[in-house]
């Protein structure tokens, strides 16, 4: 029965029933989160979850305790992988007026990225495929090139990931 549940479905073999039934419990019935598509955990909060575009096999918050902040867009590749505790932060208050959000470009994550635990990504940062950002890491600044591991406040450069070895998944 759990199988076939599964795969009618569409649910991911990694999780348990129960996080698809608190899902159904926070987002339809409650209305949390209700405007996302995707399952996402109950203690996640997303804001303006129709402006969040992720790609194939990427779930924005399924992680507990992420808080997407949507607001100036957020686009994420595939096959990115987004741990607990992680904040995308779009907009921001305006200095002079903590009423008004400010404009600025969407935050732009590239495929097979890798986003550690309690890592926060700022408003117009753009990072290239396979970049992976530390725990803890704050991202002020873009890292377009992509390739690499970065840690730190604010997130720098560690080291460049090998091109060749960074192979792609197998869609089977």
Not at 29 to 46: C, E, G, M, Y
Not at 63 to 75: H, K, L, Q, R, T
């Amino acid at each position: 029965m759990n199988k076939w549940l599964r795969k009618i479905m569409g649910w991911r073999t990694e999780y348990p029933i129960s996080f698809y039934l608190t899902d159904f419990l926070f987002r339809k019935i409650l209305r949390q989160n209700a405007d996302v598509k995707w399952p996402v955990h109950f203690t996640s909060t997303i804001r303006s979850g129709n402006r969040l575009i992720a790609g194939k096999e990427t779930f924005p918050g399924d992680s507990p305790n992420n808080y997407i902040n949507a607001a100036n867009y957020i686009y994420i590749g595939d096959f990115t992988n987004i741990g607990p505790n992680v904040s995308f932060i779009s907009a921001n208050h305006d200095v002079y007026i903590n009423s008004k959000m400010t404009a600025s470009n969407p935050i732009r994550i590239g495929n097979h990225c890798w986003l550690g635990s309690h890592s926060v990504i700022l408003p117009e940062v753009v990072l290239g495929d396979y970049t992976i950002v530390g725990a803890g890491a704050v991202v002020t600044k873009s890292f377009e090139e992509g390739y690499c591991i970065l840690a730190g406040n604010p997130a720098k450069v560690l080291r460049y990931l090998e091109k060749e070895k960074c192979g792609e998944i197998s869609e089977s």
